[in-house]
């Protein structure tokens, strides 16, 4: 198995490696790998849906998470898909974020596999949270330290949609007001294996600090959100299909770029479950 980095900031690719047949060294190899780089990618895979989820399980327990329709079929699957004909609609995760992070226990990682991918257009980009955090200067990261912020799901409460307007492939929940419950995490939060702090706020969820209103929090958290994606941070993946990419939205945020107009796009995702962020 070859596993060689992407980008400065994160992101390695693994070669030589088929992910339906791992064995139990190869797979803490790609363990390793994954707290070392934040994201990976494995091309020409040919995984079946239970395939994923039984690669899925290896990383931790399967999380169903709420608000997106997952396929009647595979219930821990959800299919991101954007039609060809659907021209200028919002895409799922077309703003930077790290997945559902306003639930208590926000998922650890995510997997992404690509079935069908535009001609050009349509990759993702991650961003490397520890980097954000260790750039900061030192009296920022004294502050930030005691702070926590309130996430909550408003794509999908009362005020909902913007994020996803337009979509027919994708089965949103919105106007739920259990969606607009607020969740305070740790602005800082320190990884359970690799024991450093990732920066943990994002543009999608999370609305303010806690004891601070949104209008006191907003010129912070701004900043906050453009240092957190700065160019050097990141890496870019160019979808092709078979491609898998396994990120980890502790120390991660991504984003789907919505550049494909006129092509159809479909990804199955899958999600692990995480701790309560400390
Ligand atoms: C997501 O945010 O999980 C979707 C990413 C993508 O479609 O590239």
């Not at 995984?47 to 399967?62: D, I, K, N, Y």
Request: with cysteine; glycine share 8%; charged share 25%.
């Amino acid at each position: 198995m070859r596993i060689e980095p992407v980008a400065g900031g994160l992101g390695a690719e693994i070669s030589e490696v088929d992910l339906a047949r791992l064995d139990d060294a190869q797979f803490a190899q790609i363990r390793r790998a994954f707290t070392d780089h934040l994201v990976l990618f494995v091309r020409r895979q040919q995984l079946q849906p239970e395939q994923q989820v039984a690669v899925t399980r290896r990383f931790g327990p399967v999380l169903r998470v709420p608000y997106v329709a997952h396929l009647q079929e595979h219930p821990d699957i959800i299919a991101v898909l954007k039609e060809a004909d659907e021209r200028q609609i919002s895409t799922f995760g077309n703003a930077w974020h790290s997945d559902f992070s306003f639930l208590e226990e926000p998922p650890a990682g995510s997997l992404l596999h690509a079935l069908e991918v535009p001609p050009y257009g349509g990759d993702t980009l991650w961003s490397n949270m520890y980097m954000a955090y260790e750039t900061l200067s030192e009296g920022m990261r004294r502050m930030l330290d005691g702070l926590k912020a309130v996430h909550t799901g408003k794509p999908y409460g009362k005020e909902g949609g913007a994020g996803i307007k337009g979509s027919r492939s994708i089965q949103i929940t919105r106007g739920d007001p259990a969606a607009d419950r607020e969740t305070a995490h740790p602005v800082v939060r320190t990884h359970p294996e690799s024991g450093r702090k990732a920066l943990f706020v994002n543009a999608i969820y999370t609305t303010r600090f806690e004891g601070m209103t949104e209008a006191e929090s907003r010129p912070l958290l701004d900043f906050l959100f453009e240092h957190a994606i700065r160019p050097e941070f990141t890496c870019r993946f160019r979808w092709s299909p078979g491609a898998l990419a396994i990120w980890d939205n502790r120390c991660t945020l991504h984003y789907a770029v919505n550049d494909y107009d006129g092509s159809r796009r479909l990804l199955h995702r899958t999600t692990f479950a995480g701790e309560r962020p400390a």
